[in-house]
T-cell receptor, first 116, second 114 residues
Framework: DGGITQSPKYLFRKEGQNVTLSCEQN?????MYWYRQDPGQGLRLIYY???????QKGDIAEGYSVSREKKESFPLTVTSAQKNPTAFYLC???????????????FGEGSRLTVL | KQEVTQIPAALSVPEGENLVLNCSFT??????LQWFRQDPGKGLTSLLL?????REQTSGRLNASLDKSSGRSTLYIAASQPGDSATYLC?????????????FGTGTQLKVEL
C-alpha cells in the first residue's frame, strides 16, 4: 500500500545524545516535511524539502538537521543542541510544494521522542 | 504573520447531531485550506482540501466552506457518530519563495457520545 512510514514509533533518549527519526514514502511525492507537535500548540514546521538534495529551514529548525539523498527518504536528526526535544514528530509529503492544486499534505503515523 | 484559531477547543455532542467546527485566520491572502482529523497518538488524516478559488468542498457527511474575505472556514459534520470522535485541525497554505507552507490551528477536540 502507498503511504508514509515513520520509525521508530516510540524512542527514548538520554540528554546529550543525537537521535535520528526515519521517514520513508512510496507515493512518488517530490516534497517532504517534518513537523513537531506539542500539547496545546499547533504543528510547527521544522524542515522541508522540495526536491532531492535540497531542503530549507522551517520555523523551528534550531537543534535539528535533515538530509534528502533519495526522493523516498527524509530523515530527521534531533541533536543535543535541541533544548526541549520531547515531542511528537510528524513527517508529511505532498506531490508538489509549488503548486496550490497539487499541494495536499499527507502524514505518517508519527514518532514520539522522550528525553530521559 | 499568519495566525490560525479554532474555536471551541473542545466540543461534546450526542450521537446524531449535526455540528459545525470553526477555523479563523488573520491573513486572507491564502491559497488553500486543508482540514485534517487526528486520533490520539496518531498522525493526521486529510479530510478536505479547499482551493482558493472554491467556496466549499464535500466528502460524504463532511462539508467544508471557505470565505477568504472574512478569514473563516467551517467544517460541517452531518449526523455525527461516535467514530467521529477525534481532534480536527485546519491549516492554511501560503506560497513563499521556498514553496508551500502550512500554518496549523490548535484544533478542536470532538467527542460524540452515545
Amino acid at each position: 500500500d502507498g503511504g508514509i512510514t515513520q520509525s521508530p514509533k516510540y524512542l527514548f533518549r538520554k540528554e546529550g545524545q543525537n537521535v535520528t527519526l526515519s521517514c520513508e514514502q512510496n507515493l512518488n511525492h517530490d516534497a517532504m516535511y517534518w513537523y513537531r507537535q506539542d500539547p496545546g500548540q499547533g504543528l510547527r514546521l521544522i524542515y522541508y524539502s522540495q526536491i532531492v538534495n535540497d531542503f530549507q529551514k522551517g520555523d523551528i529548525a534550531e537543534g535539528y538537521s535533515v538530509s534528502r539523498e533519495k526522493k523516498e527518504s527524509f530523515p530527521l536528526t534531533v541533536t543535543s543542541a535541541q533544548k526541549n526535544p520531547t515531542a511528537f514528530y510528524l513527517c508529511a509529503s505532498s506531490l508538489s510544494s509549488s503548486s496550490a492544486v497539487l499541494g495536499e499534505l499527507f502524514f505518517g503515523e508519527g514518532s514520539r521522542l522522550t528525553v530521559l | 504573520k499568519q495566525e490560525v484559531t479554532q474555536i471551541p477547543a473542545a466540543l461534546s455532542v450526542p450521537e446524531g447531531e449535526n455540528l459545525v467546527l470553526n477555523c479563523s485566520f488573520t491573513d486572507s491572502a491564502i491559497y488553500n485550506l486543508q482540514w485534517f482529523r487526528q486520533d490520539p497518538g496518531k498522525g493526521l488524516t486529510s479530510l478536505l482540501l479547499i482551493q482558493s478559488s472554491q467556496r466549499e468542498q464535500t466528502s460524504g457527511r463532511l462539508n467544508a466552506s471557505l470565505d477568504k474575505s472574512s478569514g473563516r472556514s467551517t467544517l460541517y459534520i452531518a449526523a455525527s457518530q461516535p467514530g467521529d470522535s477525534a481532534t480536527y485541525l485546519c491549516a492554511v497554505w501560503r506560497l513563499t519563495g521556498g514553496g508551500n507552507k502550512l500554518t496549523f490551528g490548535t484544533g478542536t477536540q470532538l467527542k460524540v457520545e452515545l
